[in-house]
């Protein structure tokens, strides 16, 4: 039986190990490469062809968006499975709009990792327990919370981790490439979202949610 082809992408060396140590003592999964980030993930994909690459979110200078949608451009065979800290279902959906089949969190255990790469080879869409449950409980309440980040689209996902590297606005329009007056208007519906009141609270909500 032709084992499942896998490549780590990942910016901590340890978790790579980990990772590499738990799956090539499985003798269903070889791990064919492992990268510290989105620039290395997209060329050792597009020179090995993995099965399956099990991608960060959070990486730099390519983060992992970027890269699966490299990705699913150059080598559409390999399927992601983003793998991060955030919880939130707004990353797992943007992940999956980018083109990734599977989305668990680092909470996730082994067995369900294990479990979403055998359900992603398979053809089948992967969300994790922790993710599906915070859903499950959405779905319940008749109102979304607060200062809820589901609230927010890709654009404005995308602002909030300039605006955490410490850009200002200028900055972040050239990088966007989009106008200085559209990037004041998305961070005032960024403020009207998440209710609250100037970026010094925003910069706080980053900080506390571990964004």
């Known amino acids: 039986m032709k084992k499942i082809s896998i490549i780590l992408a990942d910016d901590h060396k340890l978790i790579r190990d980990s990772w590499s140590f738990i799956l090539n003592s499985d003798p269903r999964f070889t791990v064919t490469g492992e990268t510290s980030n989105g620039d290395e993930a997209v060329n050792a994909v597009k020179k090995l062809k993995p099965d399956i690459v099990l991608m960060d979110v959070n990486m730099a200078p390519l ?107 200028k900055e972040i329009a050239a990088q966007l490439d989009i106008s200085l007056k559209t990037v004041e208007v998305h961070r005032y519906n960024i403020l009207k979202k998440l209710k609250l009141k100037n970026t010094a609270a925003l910069v706080n909500f980053i900080n506390a949610n571990g964004l």
Do not use: W
């Open 63 to 169: 983060n992992g968006f970027e890269a699966t949608k490299l990705i699913a451009k150059y080598s559409p065979g390999s399927k992601v499975i983003a793998v991060s800290m955030h919880t939130m279902p707004a990353y797992a959906k943007r992940m999956m709009q980018v083109g990734a089949m599977g989305y668990v969190t680092k909470n996730s255990s082994k067995d369900e990792m294990i479990r979403a790469i055998l359900e992603v080879h398979n053809g089948r869409k992967y969300i994790c327990e922790e993710v599906k449950n915070i859903l499950a409980q959405k779905e319940l309440e008749e109102e979304t919370a607060p200062g809820d980040m589901n609230h927010l689209s890709k654009r404005e996902l995308d602002i909030i981790q300039l605006i955490k590297q410490g850009m200002s606005s």
